[in-house]
């Protein structure tokens, strides 16, 4: 056996310690157990309105709605909802609204992230930046529910936390995964403002989801170029 046949029988190893590292390392629960989330605000009066998941054609046709938005009106602070470890923070550009996203994504196991996006629905830079200095929410953080990351800002332009749910990578309804005393609190705005809180969807198929299907595909490769390495020799 060659250097390079030993390396390739020796990778999937240096990948599963990779992963085992940086999920110790980041205190990420090792496991795939589903969430019970918190409603992620404190304020739950002002809350005054929904935008439900799985709403169709949302910002152009043939996209749905990939989270629930909990439209405030008036300043909001932002929650944990679940026990995790913040696996990323980031300020990005809305390519349909033109206001910027301030993303807080709380991984939970190795299965489940959920994601608090901030959107107070700004377009300028001082009112951007007063935004983001009421975040205070660090890579590496380990929440428990309850635990305040974050002021969410009011404005006349649509002001809302989008809060998304993500397993194995595909998008679910974060409704079906709270606590009951959460659904209370969607249903009970839900039915004040006359809103819906999502609409009908399939059940996630885990086989198709994106985590899934880049193992498998991954998995695959290798043992096709374990065939081809390995091959006797004529």
Not at 4 to 31: D, E, H, M, N, R
Not at 74 to 101: H, K, M, Q
Request: proline share 6%; charged share 15%; hydrophobic share 45%.
């Amino acid at each position: 056996m060659n250097k390079k046949q030993k390396a390739l029988l020796v990778a999937p190893l240096l990948v599963i310690v990779i992963v085992l590292g940086y999920s110790l390392t980041l205190g990420i629960s090792i496991g795939f157990d589903a969430p019970a989330l918190d409603f992620p605000i404190s304020e739950e009066a002002n809350v005054v309105r929904l935008s439900a998941y799985h709403t169709p054609d949302w910002g152009e046709p043939g996209v749905f709605h990939n989270g629930i938005d909990l439209v405030i009106s008036d300043n909001v602070t932002i929650v944990s909802p679940v026990r995790g470890t913040i696996a990323s923070y980031s300020e990005n550009l809305n390519s349909y609204g033109g206001n910027v996203l301030f993303d807080i994504a709380i991984a939970i196991n190795w299965g489940w992230e959920v994601h608090l996006v901030l959107e107070p629905g700004f377009r300028d830079e001082t009112n951007n930046s007063l935004q983001s200095s009421y975040i205070d929410a660090n890579v590496g953080q380990r929440v428990i529910p309850g635990d305040e990351l974050a002021t969410l800002l009011f404005s006349d332009n649509y002001p809302h936390l989008h809060f998304m749910l993500l397993n194995l990578g595909s998008d679910v309804c974060a409704f079906n995964y709270s606590t009951a005393s959460a659904q209370n609190t969607f249903i009970d705005i839900a039915e004040d403002s006359n809103t819906t809180i999502f609409y009908p969807h399939q059940a996630l198929n885990p086989i198709l989801a994106p985590t899934t299907l880049f193992v498998a595909g991954g998995s695959v490769v290798y043992l096709v170029i374990l065939l081809v390495v390995f091959r006797p020799r004529k």
